[in-house]
């Protein structure tokens, strides 16, 4: 079956870039999903489709797609953003839906 | 607005059973698939089973296929997750998700109710 494949932990300062990668074989060639999950929260999706934002969602959150490796990145970092991150996909060979095991993003 | 609200989850013997349910409101819930999707205590988000919008389709991941039914009432507004031969490692948050036809996203998520499978 498909894996994505998540760096566990990422930290950044406020202000500054995170990004945030997944990886997966010729991921490039899927459309990427991204999700926000607060402490004791349900996931928010934050970007779909590689790089389109749900409506709500702040620009300073983007995405890219290329290749074997899709990234999240938040710009101008804040303390809310302090959260877990997963990538999804949809796996067409197997009619299952995909999700990375998520990276914890923490603030500095 | 967009509710998805799970309920039934509780303590259960491995072996037993328990259903799920989730109960929709704000959409055409009809026009929609829906998903079941898992969190284990500490560990990361698995997708669980999948209904079409007219429950002409379902799938599930290989950990529950053979053990859990997904069915739907569209004239409810209802998902349901049937669980059977529980297992301790079926212990998680079980949440519903809003699936989106287009780029297959999960666009609105239910808050989960937890299943803790334990004698």
């Known amino acids: 079956s498909y894996v994505l494949t998540q760096t566990p932990s990422a930290s950044v300062a406020p202000g500054q870039t995170a990004r945030i990668i997944c990886g997966g074989n010729n991921i490039g060639g899927k459309s990427v999903n991204w999700y926000q999950q607060g402490p004791g929260q349900a996931p928010v999706l934050v970007v779909y489709?590689?790089?389109d934002r749900p409506s709500g969602i702040p620009e300073r959150f983007s995405g890219s797609n290329s290749e074997n490796t899709a990234t999240l990145t938040i710009s101008r970092v804040e303390a809310g953003d302090e959260a877990d991150y997963y990538c999804?996909?949809?796996?067409?060979?197997?009619?299952?839906?995909?999700f990375g095991g998520g990276t914890k993003l923490t603030v500095l | 607005q967009v509710q998805l609200v799970e309920s039934g989850g509780h303590l259960v013997k491995p072996g037993g059973s328990l259903r799920l349910s989730c109960a929709a409101s704000g959409f055409i819930f009809g026009d929609y698939y829906m998903s079941w999707i898992r969190q284990a205590p500490g560990k990361g988000l698995e997708w669980v089973s999948y209904i079409s919008h007219s429950s002409g389709h379902t799938n599930y991941a290989d950990s529950v296929k053979g053990r859990f039914t997904i069915s739907r009432d569209n004239a409810k507004n209802s998902l349901y997750l049937q669980m059977n031969s529980l297992r301790a490692e079926d212990t998680a948050v079980y949440y519903c998700?809003?699936?989106?036809?287009?780029?297959?996203?999960?666009?609105?998520w239910g808050q989960g109710t937890l299943v803790t499978v334990s004698s």
């Open positions: 999804q996909v949809w796996d067409s060979r197997s009619d299952q839906w995909v």
């Open positions: 998700a809003r699936g989106v036809v287009t780029f297959n996203q999960f666009d609105y």
């Open positions: 489709d590689d790089d």
